[in-house]
């Protein structure tokens, strides 16, 4: 157990060193932080922080450095989340603004939290488990050439552009395309492939060949909806804290390109639309990302949780990050529960 007074030192080496990326010593956190107290007063602190691991020694520096563990006693419980400015606010009401579809609102999403945090943003996706066929829409683009436009009712929109071996007929396009949305609007996306299967046999016999592409075209593009992915955006934020991998970018680039890995790790994180949590250093060890920490949220899509965060090296501004992702989380729920 460390003093009250030593974890307010260990709160000022966590944002000394983040600030400067400097070795922090008894000297500069007298000379910066009101403590009353004496230089020799304070190393005795530190002496104490780094008795319990919380505060190293890089080298041969007097100074020192927060460790993983001292950082996730900074976060548990020193690291008050600082409100965003009333400038910040009005930048995510405005960048995000009424989304035309729920593509478009999460990559402006990934791309607002990247600039509000220069870290790295990661937004999954909400379940398809609760989503419903809203419309199918089938578009002649030439003789032989069709878009296929599946929307749910979570505003999801999914389009495929297919060339068939058929010559399209504008009636036998406007037959399928009654035929499929009167078999599949309203249906959950999990029962939806049933019900296209039996399409083919409810169109006039010389019309079925086109049936069939398109239904396989519509299973496949439900299946897509179905699985969990992830938009990102930022990840040349990366470059700017290079020096703070020591193992280098590569193996960090190489673990978030891995989607499994990335949602994965997201799904060990205990998230609601309410909480924020983070995860440091050694603690993403088993994918490969024990140089970076991962501060993330949960926001609301139609009764579900789906996740958003931040990724970025373990010297990070915790608090500033916090408070972005929850505010952008927040505002993503209100925006989803509008539209």
């Given at each position: 157990?460390?003093?009250?007074?030593?974890?307010?030192?260990?709160?000022?080496?966590?944002?000394?060193?983040?600030?400067?990326?400097e070795?922090?010593?008894?000297?500069?956190i007298v000379?910066?932080?009101?403590?009353?107290?004496?230089?020799?007063?304070i190393?005795?602190?530190?002496?104490?922080?780094?008795d319990?691991?919380?505060i190293?020694?890089?080298?041969t520096?007097?100074?020192?450095?927060?460790?993983?563990?001292?950082?996730?006693?900074?976060?548990?419980?020193?690291?008050?989340?600082?409100?965003?400015?009333?400038?910040?606010?009005?930048?995510?009401?405005?960048?995000?603004?009424?989304?035309?579809?729920?593509?478009?609102?999460?990559?402006?999403?990934?791309?607002?939290?990247?600039?509000?945090?220069?870290?790295?943003?990661?937004v999954?996706?909400?379940?398809?488990?609760?989503?419903?066929?809203?419309?199918?829409?089938?578009v002649?683009?030439?003789?032989?050439?069709?878009?296929?436009?599946?929307?749910?009712d979570?505003?999801?929109?999914?389009?495929?552009?297919?060339?068939?071996?058929?010559?399209?007929d504008?009636?036998?396009?406007?037959?399928?395309?009654?035929?499929?949305?009167?078999?599949?609007?309203?249906?959950?996306?999990?029962?939806?492939?049933?019900a296209?299967?039996?399409?083919?046999?409810?169109?006039r016999?010389?019309?079925?060949p086109?049936?069939?592409?398109?239904?396989?075209?519509?299973?496949?593009?439900?299946?897509?909806?179905?699985?969990?992915?992830?938009v990102?955006?930022g990840?040349?934020?990366?470059?700017?804290?290079?020096?703070?991998?020591?193992?280098?970018?590569?193996?960090?680039?190489?673990?978030?390109?891995?989607?499994?890995?990335?949602l994965r790790?997201?799904?060990?994180?205990?998230?609601?639309?309410?909480?924020?949590?983070?995860?440091?250093?050694?603690?993403?060890?088993?994918?490969?990302?024990?140089?970076?920490?991962?501060?993330?949220?949960?926001?609301?899509?139609?009764?579900e949780?789906?996740?958003?965060?931040?990724?970025?090296p373990?010297?990070?501004?915790?608090?500033?990050?916090?408070?972005?992702?929850?505010?952008?989380?927040?505002?993503?729920?209100?925006?989803?529960?509008?539209?």
């Amino acid at each position: 157990m460390v003093s009250e007074r030593s974890l307010e030192v260990l709160k000022a080496i966590v944002r000394d060193y983040v600030a400067s990326r400097e070795p922090v010593g008894s000297k500069t956190i007298v000379e910066r932080h009101a403590f009353g107290v004496s230089a020799a007063t304070i190393r005795n602190d530190m002496a104490q922080l780094e008795d319990e691991q919380l505060i190293a020694a890089p080298h041969t520096s007097s100074g020192r450095v927060p460790t993983d563990k001292g950082y996730r006693v900074f976060v548990d419980h020193l690291a008050g989340a600082r409100p965003l400015s009333s400038a910040q606010r009005h930048a995510i009401e405005t960048f995000l603004g009424a989304p035309n579809d729920l593509d478009e609102v999460l990559g402006r999403t990934v791309r607002l939290l990247s600039q509000l945090t220069n870290q790295v943003a990661l937004v999954q996706y909400p379940s398809m488990v609760r989503a419903r066929v809203q419309h199918i829409e089938l578009v002649r683009l030439g003789d032989a050439r069709l878009m296929v436009v599946l929307i749910t009712d979570t505003a999801r929109v999914e389009q495929r552009v297919v060339e068939t071996d058929v010559v399209l007929d504008e009636v036998a396009l406007t037959e399928l395309r009654t035929v499929v949305n009167g078999a599949t609007v309203g249906l959950l996306l999990q029962d939806v492939s049933a019900a296209l299967r039996a399409v083919p046999q409810q169109i006039r016999p010389d019309a079925q060949p086109l049936a069939g592409v398109v239904v396989a075209t519509l299973i496949e593009q439900v299946a897509a909806n179905r699985q969990d992915r992830l938009v990102m955006a930022g990840a040349a934020n990366l470059a700017k804290s290079e020096q703070d991998f020591s193992g280098g970018l590569f193996p960090v680039l190489e673990a978030i390109e891995e989607q499994v890995t990335l949602l994965r790790l997201f799904g060990e994180m205990q998230i609601d639309d309410v909480a924020v949590a983070a995860r440091i250093g050694v603690e993403n060890a088993e994918y490969g990302l024990d140089a970076t920490s991962i501060v993330a949220g949960g926001y609301l899509a139609r009764g579900e949780v789906a996740r958003l965060g931040v990724l970025g090296p373990t010297r990070m501004d915790y608090g500033t990050n916090m408070a972005a992702v929850r505010a952008v989380a927040r505002y993503l729920s209100k925006l989803l529960g509008e539209h």
